[in-house]
Each structure stands twice: as structure tokens, then as C-alpha cells.
């Protein structure tokens, strides 16, 4: 018997010895970047600025905290508790009431996540600066969109813009062009936060004012807290706004839809996600979820590798998640007010060039958000199924082509498709000789004419000239 007992209590000493190691791991690397981001705050001279910043790192120690728990205690979703979203959980945008209920549109306001350069596509500066259509931005398109909305209903729309500390002061030059228009433009900036260094668990940085590459905007779930802290949230409600719709400053299918906000109004919804039919090139979006009843947003990050095909079936988990996203102010202020957001952190593993030449280059990690994963924290959160022309998205050449061809015609910033096209906009893949704009605008001076086009494939040394039409 007493064999017995040892035996069995074995495993459990070993158990509770490696929790309590991990515990105090744990602690101790939240010790030290405490203390490091202690000693980053002391080098704030400006004092109103010290308070701001010392908020900010409030936050992001949260953050960091969590992201070390969730490691110790191997935090992974359970698959068995996993299913695809009920009936109630995404309605048909086709059934939602067909009346233009212009009355809300003066509870509304539109805020675009800005954040993001062109690098990606060779460009210098924020990336809502690229020349999308008629010599027009993202920026210039989406301000068109809220003139005209304001003009024919006789409203005022705000345009508010989260920018990042990479884009806040070009955006804040290019916005100046919008003064004598009819629109009100609030900007905002998300967080701030330090890149950890991977080998030591410690902040990048070593003070406040250290080089841009030490610090990382961390990501867009990042809206609410950044949305509050600001005063942008109180300034909104003092002027009656009431929901938000906010959206990729790179959709440009994402304008206000006067149906959804009707529906949002009359279902006392205070989240509600846009969703679009999944094809096999967006199997890697976020899908909406039950789990133990109520809607979650399951990115492809969260999946345990053995269940990753079955997340991207197009038959089990149908839509995906085109970050459309339209919120109730006052629910936004409290889940900040009562600390309840808690999203799930998507760790982004990067490196940083070394400082010397020779030097191997530094690994670093992101701690990064989603908007989308807060639909969990809201009530009567739900789904809305709309048509693919809500998801327009331009983040390569392959995309700028598409928007730019004779398949869209433009109303009042608007791309509208041509009725005439049958069937879902094409496929098209442009190789990596068509990366950059510059080399895209050099190789393809002149749109091709695209309305019969099904796919379309370009790779190698390839320059398109005037007047082709390509068809099939």
C-alpha cells in the first residue's frame, strides 16, 4: 500500500515542481521588464508626456504579462469545443430591411485603420497615399465617400483616422489638402510599444527617444484602449456619435452601408463583424466560430497544426473575416473602463538589422491584437454575410490592376463593377518582376482591357504594351 502511494504521488510532485518552476520563470522575466520599462519612463523629460507614456507601457506590461501566462500554462484552443457558427450567430445581408434609414447617419462615424506603409508594395510613406484610380488615393477615395454621404443626406459623418507613429506626420501634411471640403477628419494615434528581444525577454529600446526600429504599432486590436487614451472616444460621444464603422484603410469595398447600420440600430448589436463567402484564395482569414456558444473570431495563428486543414475547408467554416467591423461606442468605453479586454495575442517573430556590420541580425518578437478577436467582450455580437464587393482589398500589384482596369467604373469614390461582367472579379497573379509600383507602372503603362477575363498569370521579364485586351 505504501508502495503504491508513492508511486502514484510521484508524477505529481514532478507536476507541481515544474509548475512552480515556470511560475517563477514567469515572474521573474515580468520583474525585469518592469523594471526596464521603469527605467525607459525615466527618460521621458517632458512631464505630461512621461504620464502619456507611462500609460502606455501600463498597457503593454498587460500585454506582456499575459503573453508569459499563456506560455507557462501552454494555452492552445480546444478543437473539440470548436464548431461552425449557429444560425443566429451571421445573418444574410440579403435579409436585412431595404430602407435608406438616413436618420442613423447622424450617429454614425467613420474610422479607417491607417497605420501601415507601402513598403510591401515599394512605396514610400503611409500606404493610403498610393495612387489607386484617376490619379486618387485610398485617403482621397474614402474622403470622396463621406463628401458625398454628407452632401445628398445633409449630415456631417466625421472621418477619424488611427495612424501609427510611422504614419502620423506624413498623414497629418496630406490631410491639410481636405480643409475647405465637407468632412471632418480626427486623427488619433495607436500605441507605441517596445519590440522585445527575444535572447533576454528585455524591451528593445533604452530610451524613450531610442531609433524607430525599436518600437512596433501593435496591431489593430490596439483601437480600443489607443481610441479611449486619446480622448477621441469622449469626443465623439459629446457630439452624438454613437457607432463607429471601421474598416482597412486598403478596402476599398468598405463604404457605408446604410442597410447594416439600420440592422445595428434595431438589434441593439454592439459588435457586428461583415463576413464574405470564402473562395480557395482567402482559406488562411480569420472565420467566425461558436465556442461554448457564443461568436469568436479563430484566426489560422490559433490552430493546433493538426487541425490546420480543416480550418481552411471552405465547407466546414464558410466565410471569413473582411475586418469590416461596426461598433457601438459606449460598449467600446466600457470594456476599457471595466478592464475586460483580454484578445488573443498573435506573437510576431521578426529581426532587426545588428547595429555593427558583421553582426548576426537581432531576433525580436511582437506582441500583436486583432480587432476582430474583441467580438467575444460585446453583446449580441454577431455576423453580417455580404456580398464579395464589400472586400475589395489592395495590398499587391496583382489587386492595383485589377482596381485600376475597365472592370470598375468610379462614382463619387466609389469602384463600382461593370454590370455587364458575369460571375466574381479574376484571379490575377503578377510574378516578382511586378513587386513594386514603379516597376508594375513601367511594365504595364496601359490597363489592359479585362471585363471577359477569368485568370490571369505573369511571371519573368514581361512588359505588356498599349491596347491589349485579355480574354478567358
Given at each position: ?148 454621404l454628407n452632401r445628398t443626406y445633409d449630415v456631417n459623418v466625421p472621418f477619424v483616422l ?111 463583424m461583415e463576413l464574405t463567402d470564402k473562395t480557395k484564395a482567402d482559406v488562411k482569414g ?187
Amino acid at each position: 500500500m505504501e508502495l503504491f502511494t508513492s508511486i502514484s504521488e510521484k508524477p505529481l510532485l514532478i507536476l507541481n515542481s515544474r509548475q512552480a518552476f515556470e511560475n517563477t520563470s514567469t515572474n521573474v522575466a515580468a520583474s525585469q521588464m518592469r523594471n526596464a520599462l521603469n527605467n525607459l519612463s525615466d527618460t521621458v523629460r517632458d512631464p505630461q508626456e512621461k504620464k502619456r507614456f507611462e500609460s502606455e507601457m501600463d498597457n503593454f506590461f498587460a500585454l506582456f504579462r499575459r503573453y508569459l501566462n499563456d506560455k507557462a500554462k501552454g494555452n492552445e484552443i480546444d478543437w473539440a469545443k470548436i464548431a461552425p457558427p449557429a444560425p443566429e450567430q451571421v445573418i444574410a445581408y440579403e435579409t436585412l430591411p431595404n430602407s435608406d434609414a438616413v436618420e442613423f447617419l447622424n450617429k454614425l462615424a467613420v474610422v479607417k485603420l491607417n497605420g501601415g506603409l507601402g513598403t510591401s508594395m515599394g512605396c514610400v510613406g503611409p500606404k493610403s497615399v498610393i495612387e489607386v484610380r484617376d490619379g486618387m488615393s485610398f485617403l482621397d477615395l474614402s474622403v470622396r465617400q463621406i463628401e458625398f454621404l454628407n452632401r445628398t443626406y445633409d449630415v456631417n459623418v466625421p472621418f477619424v483616422l488611427m495612424n501609427s507613429f510611422n504614419t502620423d506626420n506624413d498623414t497629418a501634411a496630406i490631410i491639410k489638402k481636405y480643409e475647405g471640403h465637407n468632412i471632418d477628419i480626427l486623427t488619433f494615434n495607436q500605441s507605441r510599444y517596445p519590440r522585445i528581444l527575444k535572447d533576454s525577454m528585455l524591451p528593445a529600446p533604452k530610451s524613450y527617444d531610442s531609433q524607430l526600429s525599436d518600437w512596433y504599432p501593435p496591431g489593430h486590436g490596439d483601437v480600443f484602449e489607443s481610441m479611449y487614451n486619446s480622448g477621441i472616444l469622449e469626443q465623439l460621444l459629446e457630439r452624438g456619435i454613437e457607432i463607429i464603422f471601421l474598416s482597412n484603410a486598403d478596402n476599398l469595398g468598405a463604404v457605408v452601408d446604410l442597410k447594416i447600420l439600420q440592422h445595428m440600430v434595431e438589434t441593439r448589436a454592439e459588435y457586428i463583424m461583415e463576413l464574405t463567402d470564402k473562395t480557395k484564395a482567402d482559406v488562411k482569414g480569420g472565420t467566425i466560430i461558436d465556442y461554448e456558444g457564443r461568436a469568436r473570431l479563430l484566426e489560422i495563428a490559433q490552430v493546433p497544426k493538426a487541425y490546420v486543414n480543416e480550418f481552411k475547408s471552405i465547407k466546414k467554416f464558410k466565410y471569413f473575416n473582411t475586418n469590416n467591423i461596426w461598433m457601438n461606442l459606449r460598449a467600446i468605453q466600457r470594456v476599457v473602463e471595466q478592464n475586460e479586454l483580454a484578445l488573443e495575442i498573435i506573437p510576431n517573430e521578426k529581426s532587426i538589422p545588428a547595429d555593427k556590420k558583421g553582426e548576426a541580425d537581432i531576433g525580436i518578437v511582437q506582441l500583436e491584437t486583432a480587432v476582430g478577436a474583441a467580438i467575444k467582450h460585446f453583446k449580441n455580437a454577431h455576423g453580417v454575410n455580404v456580398p464579395r464587393k464589400r472586400f475589395l482589398p489592395v495590398k499587391t500589384c496583382s489587386d492595383l490592376m485589377l482596381v485600376k482596369s475597365d472592370l470598375y467604373t468610379l462614382k463619387h469614390g466609389q469602384l463600382v463593377i461593370d454590370p455587364s461582367r458575369f460571375g466574381p472579379a479574376p484571379l490575377i497573379k503578377l510574378g516578382a518582376d511586378f513587386k513594386k509600383v514603379s516597376q508594375f507602372q513601367k511594365r504595364i503603362p496601359s490597363i489592359p482591357k479585362i471585363l471577359e477575363l477569368d485568370h490571369l498569370t505573369i511571371t519573368g521579364n514581361v512588359n505588356l504594351a498599349r491596347g491589349v485586351t485579355l480574354k478567358g
